[in-house]
């Protein structure tokens, strides 16, 4: 093999010799590519990991390396046609290949760097490995590696191999591939000798994404320290159960998994069961970007193209994710496998990126027409395809979630401040899945600051976050269409497969006119448009437009599970669209939102969370479906909910083939009547025969369009403080801010009259903390008042997503006891003054077994007493004192008649009219809640009984009239045997 121009010989003959001959071999090289005139051929220069950088170029003389073909390249780059042609083999590169306006081409003479025909070229960050392995300990080996090796990511045969960690990989682990509490606990880090240089990787608390720390050493108390955690823009810390620790050497203990010693130059490694050790090739990563596309708006890198080239062997990046997108809980890395920054008309085609340590591809602030097309994404680290611009370019930017700003403060010009964002770019007919594999905080494509985005045919799935994520508002004017995207939010929670927000200018602007907001919401952002693409998510909305994201236009689109979501924005138009197995959730609307919702399908009621009636600038025309509904009947249901839909109906919709995922309807179906029409179901996801080929699709629902009967769940109102309350679930969460696994209880209303509103409480506020113990459900609640026993309260709450304290020291609480012999020591059954007035009790609907009397004899007996007939969901007893009387104490008894009904479950009203006030518990003129005894932390016995008291022993109120409203205590809903009520003072008042 000749020598290299680089490479100095021994003698200084031999020096003249080669010096000579390279520029002879430039002169040649030189003279071929000027001569000749401008033609519309391309000039073509090959290169082969197996030629030399001192050749000439040609298929039978290639250079070797792709920095000398981008020299050469540039003799004529912008003047004539060049392809640069890389023949079959690994390009190693020793740094990143840095394309600047030097390497530009013209409309008329592009500059292609592609595979050869048949070939797959492999452009590598990495460094292939030649190891003498020997034994070290168990099957464990180790070997050593050249001075000055840095290993973030080892390959094997082309697979990327786990960091020695804890808990060991788990292909089918939720959270991480394996995570635990104790990932890095005193007595786990007593195990490791040094774990200076492990990482701690942590979901965030609410699952908004995750934190990356880089471990730093340990104390005297085996306390790890580490710095880092600047990977999510929403700081709430750690989650305390999905973490896990890598890159310690004591945690090298299964198959796969490998541990490098840069100090003594050492790498140990597990074989997996399937690796041949003789043939095995080894490949570290050692570069962060493989090729950049560095330009400026003044002096673009243009009409550049890189085609069927598979980029491969680059670190990862989640210590440098730190830069804040707009008011997110998301930061980014402006970086990548490919990075272009100032270019126009350059494109990446028919490429692949295996297995890349962070983004695939970055779009970075000024750039024009990029097109990203054919190309195969699959296990990033982070994100498939980013577009993110310049915050400067936008007019006045906030970072952090909760900044505000006032309406006479803000520049009220329309648009971008500067062109330094990216503009009209596409990525069409890709194959993105598998990513987020490092980087929760990730989508298959990103979109932030940047205008005129179009994705199309995209078949985008396993993605830890979000399928297609558009980032705040600005600037709009993207078109998603034709996209198949599924499997998402597989680690993360509070997202959708698409998802967006909208915090712009308008958002929580402070003395905005409020019939100004829908105009100003235009400022920012154009109409973006979501349509014909099939949608699925499992763990949250198919499509869900969050915090204030306006002027969508979403249509024809085919929803399979988690239904489509708008929250807070304006101007947005849902239309054509089909919700499999869901519905429509619109999440705390502004009154004016000048929404409209038309011509869709739905197979459930709306889900709405707080929005006021009636919805939206036009909400009507939508179909319920329903099987097996033959005759359309209008649907009432909907009305009640939206108050519009005045001509939506209920129907079956007549599908055509719902089981094999073609949702059009049939001729003659009432859907087509109202106004819904067709749209193909035979184009979602890729074209693109290679990729599509290897594509998966979607689980389609099973049994959606056969009518299931179930029982009416029993709906009922809880209180608390006088306030009704409600525990969170499914949708909810997203609404208040909080994460699921947290919960939560919701005052649903809070009067101002009311106790809670005294102390400081507004409605929906959420309570997650009491005392220092989790509230996650009511009954949580209702456990900690009874347990505190009159104590003062210490609440913990979350207020418009802002964590608040309030304390309690006045509220009403229930106290329990069980006997098997009727006798009881809380509870007496003398105790107080008895109602003993037969005329004075009632009941709503009529008891049966014991008359009413029995309840007021001062008796306890072992039969069902006066019981409620099963079935019945709200009986009532009415007690009529005959005047007004100052309450402080109200206890009732039950019997567990056949070892079912003795648990007690109640809501307490009273009245202080003095005329019958009725039945109607709900009307809060005439009722006052006084309590709600929840059977969860009732004891066993044969006889139960429950005494109603006030903090401090102050009365419970002044009434004449009290109704308990009881609740069914079984699953077959039968009612409580209850045997005596008794009302009156603790005993010493």
């Not at 990327?160 to 509490?181: T, V």
């Not at 979901?203 to 050493?217: E, F, L, P, S």
């Not at 309807?665 to 087509?672: F, N, Q, T």
Request: net charge neutral.
């Amino acid at each position: 093999m000749p020598c290299l121009p680089s490479r100095i010989c021994s003698c200084n003959g031999a020096t003249r010799t080669l010096r000579l001959r390279s520029l002879f071999i430039s002169a040649v090289m030189l003279v071929s590519l000027l001569s000749g005139p401008v033609t519309g051929r391309a000039r073509e220069l090959h290169v082969s990991p197996r030629g030399e950088d001192s050749n000439i170029g040609t298929t039978t003389s290639p250079l070797r390396t792709l920095a000398a073909a981008q020299a050469m390249a540039r003799m004529v780059t912008g003047r004539e046609p060049v392809t640069v042609v890389l023949h079959d083999g690994v390009y190693y590169l020793e740094k990143t290949l840095v394309m600047t306006s030097r390497d530009s081409g013209t409309k008329v003479a592009p500059v292609i760097y592609r595979a050869a025909k048949g070939s797959k070229p492999v452009v590598s960050g990495g460094l292939k490995l030649n190891l003498a392995w020997k034994p070290h300990q168990g099957r464990i080996l180790q070997a050593e590696t050249p001075p000055g090796t840095w290993i973030d990511q080892l390959f094997v045969s082309g697979n990327r191999q786990p960091m020695a960690r804890y808990p060991n990989y788990d292909p089918e682990a939720k959270y991480y591939n394996g995570a635990s509490a104790d990932a890095f606990s005193p007595q786990r880090a007593a195990r490791w000798a040094d774990p200076a240089g492990g990482f701690i990787h942590a979901m965030h608390a609410h699952h908004w994404g995750g934190y990356h720390y880089r471990i730093t050493g340990k104390n005297a108390d085996n306390t790890v320290t580490y710095e880092g955690g600047w990977q999510n823009n929403r700081q709430l810390g750690m989650h305390k159960q999905h973490r896990f620790v890598e890159n310690i050497f004591e945690e090298l203990d299964a198959p796969g998994e490998w541990f490098h010693n840069a100090k003594t130059g050492t790498l140990y490694y597990y074989p997996a069961a399937d690796v041949d050790m003789k043939t095995a090739v080894f490949e570290v990563a050692r570069l962060r970007h493989l090729v950049e596309l560095r330009g400026s708006q003044a002096k673009p890198v243009a009409h550049l193209t890189l085609q069927g080239l598979i980029f491969r062997h680059v670190e990862r990046t989640f210590m440098e994710t730190r830069e804040p997108l707009l008011r997110s809980d998301w930061t980014i890395y402006r970086g990548g496998a490919v990075v272009i920054s100032g270019a126009e008309d350059c494109s990446i085609t028919d490429c692949e990126f295996d297995q890349v340590g962070g983004n695939a591809v970055f779009v970075d602030n000024y750039n024009r027409r990029i097109t990203v097309r054919g190309t195969h994404i699959h296990g990033a680290g982070a994100s498939g395809v980013c577009f993110v611009g310049d915050p400067d370019a936008v007019r006045d930017p906030l970072f952090e979630y909760g900044q505000r700003q006032n309406f006479a403060d803000i520049d009220k010009t329309p648009g971008p401040r500067t062109d330094n964002y990216p503009d009209d770019c596409l990525v069409e007919d890709c194959l993105i899945h598998t990513v987020s594999v490092v980087e929760k905080q990730a989508a298959g494509i990103q979109i932030s600051m940047s205008h005129g985005v179009t994705v199309r045919h995209c078949s985008i799935y396993d993605i830890g976050r979000a399928g297609i994520n558009i980032s705040e508002g600005t600037f709009g004017g993207h078109l998603i269409e034709y996209c198949d995207v599924f499997d998402t939010v597989r680690e993360t929670g509070d997202h959708g497969s698409f998802n967006s927000w909208g915090r712009d200018r308008f958002w929580y602007l402070g003395d905005a006119p409020e019939d100004q907001l829908p105009e100003l919401a235009k400022l920012d952002a154009e109409t973006n448009i979501i349509r014909n693409s099939r949608w699925r998510c499992d763990h949250g909305w198919d499509i869900d437009l969050d915090d204030g994201s306006s002027n969508y236009r979403v249509y024809n689109n085919l929803l399979l599970n988690g239904g489509l979501k708008f929250r807070e924005g304006f101007n947005r138009v849902a239309e054509n669209n089909i919700m499999v197995g869901n519905s429509f959730h619109p999440h705390v609307w502004y009154p004016n939102s000048q929404d409209i919702v038309r011509n869709n399908i739905v197979f459930t009621e709306y889900k709405p969370i707080r929005v006021p009636k009636p919805w939206g600038k036009l909400v009507d025309h939508n179909f319920w479906h329903q099987p097996d509904v033959s005759v359309p009947r209008p649907a009432t249901h909907l009305q009640g909910q939206s108050g519009r839909d005045q001509h939506s109906i209920i129907a079956d919709a007549m599908f055509v083939d719902p089981e094999s995922g073609d949702y059009r309807v049939k001729e003659g179906s009432p859907a087509l009547k109202l106004g819904f029409e067709n749209f193909p179901m035979d184009r979602f996801g890729v074209r693109k025969p290679e990729l599509k080929s290897i594509a998966r699709t979607p689980k389609l629902p099973s049994g959606q369009n056969k009518l299931t009967p179930v029982a009416a769940p029993m709906q009922m109102t809880y209180y608390w403080l006088q306030a009704t309350v409600r525990t969170l679930v499914g949708e909810e969460f997203s609404a208040f801010g909080v994460d699921k696994d947290s919960g939560g209880v919701r005052l649903a209303s809070v009067p101002r009259d009311s106790e809670a509103s005294r102390l400081g409480f507004k409605s929906n506020d959420v309570v997650q903390v009491v005392d220092g113990k989790p509230t996650k459900t009511i009954a949580d609640l209702y456990q900690v008042r009874d347990a505190a026993a009159g104590k003062p309260l210490v609440i913990s709450l979350v207020r418009s997503q802002q964590k608040q304290t309030l304390s309690v020291d006045r509220y009403t609480f229930v106290q329990n006891e069980s006997s098997e012999s009727g006798s009881f020591k809380l509870v007496p059954l003398s105790e107080g003054s008895r109602i003993s007035s037969p005329g004075s009790i009632e009941s709503r609907p009529a008891t049966v077994n014991q008359p009413l009397s029995a309840l007021l004899d001062g008796e306890l007996a072992e039969n069902y007493g006066p019981v409620f007939p099963n079935g019945v969901t709200t009986g009532r007893y009415r007690i009529d004192l005959g005047e007004s009387r100052s309450l402080s104490v109200i206890n009732t008894w039950s019997f567990n008649q056949n070892g079912t009904r003795g648990r007690q479950s109640y809501t307490l009203f009273g009245s202080n009219s003095a005329t019958d006030p009725g039945w109607q518990v709900d009307d809060r003129s005439n009722f006052d809640p006084i309590a709600v005894v929840h059977p969860s932390s009732q004891s066993e016995g044969k006889f139960r009984a429950t005494r109603i008291r006030t903090a401090g022993d102050r009365s419970l109120g002044t009434y004449r009239w009290l109704i308990w409203q009881v609740h069914p205590v079984t699953a077959i809903r039968e009612n409580s045997s209850y045997q005596e009520v008794q009302v009156g003072k603790l005993s010493g008042d």
